[in-house]
């Protein structure tokens, strides 16, 4: 029991209620700990939480980057007829159309609909700890990749001109070369010839008729149909699948070989040789056809009386014939024969064998002529192949330009990307309706463009008000004098020409390009960096800065690196290597019947750069070209093209001899076919 006097001692109860007290403290203080360490816990727990989610996030969008790439590379990968196939099926698909991209690479990616053969667009998804609910983070992207051919699929650039269509020569034609093999015209067709006088080229070579009739001497002819020569033309080795023939002063100082065929009657003749074979006329123009200009088909040798050779009244050293020689007052110094040598006119001079006869038709030779010889070796002319080069369809190109200009509802617009100062994306130059021509790149439609909303001034010459101007489907550059435009690749959706002015710029369009005036332009790898490659001048000034070095404002950025000086002439697909490309097909499909516009026409003036007409090249006026011309005849088969044949006229040069190494770096180099290039336009997040 307790003690009973405990109550009334003293001070006992005060110091029971102190032990209370100091429990409770005690507890007080265990649970203020408790919490604050229940605290720590939650805000380390909330940390991790949040720096997983951050890593997560992270991760996601890394993903998602990385199957931007996987993409871009996917389609760049596929072949033309792929792409045509994957796209076609993208496009009738109300659907988004799934990629495959293994899921353990954390990647989703669709194609969309509205995908054109130009433009993919894409929606990739980037995923990170998709097996954990908690964890689990995704990223999404929207893309628009856009697809350009790749100039390394036009062709090969040897000849100094190629064409793919019939071509006239009419006026002053002049070829300046470093080599034979660049001294060389090639066409895909017949060469016909006016008034014209042709020199520096080396060889000739056609898969129709050549017609040449002026004072001009060539190394090499080679024909898949007939080789007329006339007037005072000289050639040294001469080959015709079907006949040769010559008048005037005339003379092949080397060997002609026909498979059927030779007839020509003029002075210091070398080797002449002929089979004689009934030859097929193929795609050649018939046999004695008087050439029309409007119809592009050259005039042909005679309907060849005899099969062999006809020297008539002219001179040879040797005359070879499968079958029979037919000679009046000739002089052969070297004969033979298979069949028989018909005389037809008085004191003629041979020496040789014949197979069967002489037949004198009472006529008179001198020298001798054996019989009983053997048959001569004729070496049969073999067909030529000129290849044919991809055609060339500017729509493929567009995604490649720094400036692509087209017309939308009401409203003239650019398309720019890759210039400095100014951001990637679609502006307004003003509306259909406008009066005036252009000047500004305005952020909004209409025809005022202030301060606030101006992005880019497209001339580069001050004392003008204008460069630029559009109508029913033609762009007009330049109508001030002095006037140019900001430099790069620039493409034109309809036809184009180019008047007065100084361009450092690939033009590109999908009909027709015209130039006249004061016109002289410098393709962007011709330029260069600064208007030198190494020591060597070769323009005032460069893309990316002016010959004294001084930064040029607008400069395409793909083509220029200011940091390390530096200059990519691959850029833009290689289209900075040509001055002018034009022509496009109308439909899907490159059908030859649908292709559009793709004709050249210089008025003269100075072109620094390739040029490629999808169709048909001419020049007028004083022209010349520093750097190859190809005239690919794409649109002959369209009834409604105009030019029906390539014309080299007025007074025209092509000078291939110093080009700058940029140049050739750029361009179509190789044979090999360009696969093509995919780069991501636009990118946002969703």
């Avoid at 650039?157 to 064409?163: T, Y």
């Avoid at 080679?222 to 007329?228: A, F, I, K, M």
């Avoid at 009983?372 to 567009?398: H, K, M, W």
């Amino acid at each position: 029991m307790p003690d009973a006097g405990w109550a009334a001692r003293p001070g006992a109860s005060v110091r029971h209620q102190r032990g209370v007290a100091t429990v409770m403290m005690a507890l007080l203080v265990g649970l203020a700990v408790m919490a604050s360490t229940f605290a720590v816990v939650q805000y380390v727990r909330t940390s991790q939480d949040q720096s997983m989610t951050v890593h997560a996030q992270t991760q996601a969008q890394m993903n998602a980057w990385a199957g931007a790439e996987m993409v871009r590379q996917y389609l760049q990968g596929l072949t033309s007829a792929q792409r045509a196939s994957l796209l076609a099926s993208v496009q009738s698909s109300s659907a988004n159309t799934a990629l495959s991209f293994s899921s353990d690479m954390g990647v989703r990616a669709v194609l969309l609909p509205a995908s054109t053969s130009t433009n993919f667009l894409a929606r990739v998804t980037g995923i990170t700890a998709a097996a954990s609910p908690k964890a689990r983070t995704t990223t999404t992207l929207d893309l628009n990749y856009g697809v350009s051919a790749s100039t390394a699929g036009l062709g090969t650039l040897r000849a100094a001109f190629k064409s793919g269509m019939a071509t006239q020569l009419d006026g002053t034609i002049t070829l300046q070369t470093a080599s034979a093999d660049q001294a060389v015209i090639n066409i895909r067709g017949d060469l016909l010839s006016g008034g014209y006088s042709l020199t520096g080229a080396d060889t000739i070579n056609a898969t129709g008729t050549i017609n040449l009739g002026s004072n001009s001497s060539y190394r090499i002819l080679n024909s898949n149909c007939d080789v007329v020569i006339d007037g005072t033309t000289t050639a040294g080795t001469v080959n015709a699948m079907r006949h040769v023939c010559g008048g005037g002063t005339s003379r092949v100082s080397g060997v002609a070989t026909a498979n059927g065929s030779i007839s020509i009657s003029t002075q210091n003749n070398g080797t002449l040789a002929a089979l004689g074979r009934s030859v097929a006329d193929g795609s050649c123009s018939a046999s004695g056809f008087a050439g029309s200009a409007a119809q592009a088909l050259a005039a042909t040798c005679p309907m060849p009386g005899f099969a062999g050779v006809n020297l008539g009244s002219g001179t040879a050293s040797v005359v070879k014939s499968g079958v029979d020689v037919y000679m009046g007052t000739a002089t052969i110094g070297n004969l033979a024969a298979a069949r028989d040598l018909v005389i037809t006119g008085w004191n003629g001079n041979v020496n040789g064998t014949v197979g069967r006869q002489v037949v004198r038709n009472g006529y008179n030779f001198q020298g001798t002529v054996t019989t009983g010889g053997a048959s001569p070796s004729i070496t049969p002319v073999q067909a030529l192949t000129i290849e044919a080069d991809a055609p060339f369809n500017a729509t493929d190109y567009r995604a490649a330009a720094n400036y692509a200009f087209y017309v939308s509802g009401s409203d003239i617009k650019v398309d720019i990307q890759n210039v400095n100062g100014v951001g990637d994306g679609s502006y307004f130059l003003g509306t259909t309706s406008r009066t005036t021509a252009m000047r500004y790149v305005c952020s909004f439609s209409g025809d005022n463009c202030n301060a606030g909303n101006k992005r880019l001034d497209l001339c580069t010459a001050t004392n003008n008000t204008q460069c630029l101007s559009y109508a029913a489907g033609t762009w007009t550059l330049a109508t001030d004098i002095g006037a140019g435009m900001r430099p790069g690749v620039a493409w034109f959706s309809g036809d184009l020409v180019a008047s007065t002015g100084t361009y450092y710029n690939t033009f590109v369009a999908t009909a027709n390009i015209t130039t006249s005036g004061t016109h002289t332009i410098y393709a962007p790898n011709y330029a260069g960096y600064s208007g030198k490659v190494g020591a060597t001048t070769y323009a005032p000034s460069g893309v990316c800065t002016t010959a004294a070095g001084v930064a040029i404002g607008n400069y395409p950025g793909n083509f220029c690196n200011l940091t390390s000086a530096s200059f990519d002439p691959t850029a833009a697909s290689g289209l900075g290597s040509y001055a002018y490309m034009a022509g496009s097909f109308g439909g899907a499909s490159y059908n030859a019947g649908s292709y559009l516009g793709g004709n050249v026409a210089l008025g003269g003036g100075s072109v620094n750069g390739y040029v490629l007409a999808g169709n048909a090249f001419s020049s007028g006026g004083v022209s010349t070209i520093r750097g190859y011309v190809s005239s690919q005849g794409s649109g002959v088969a369209n009834a409604g093209q105009t030019s029906k044949n390539a014309t080299l006229g007025a007074n025209t040069t092509i000078d291939v001899r110093a080009l700058p190494a940029t140049l050739a770096a750029g361009g179509a180099a190789s044979s090999a076919a360009g696969a093509a290039v995919v780069s991501i336009l636009y990118s946002r997040y969703l």
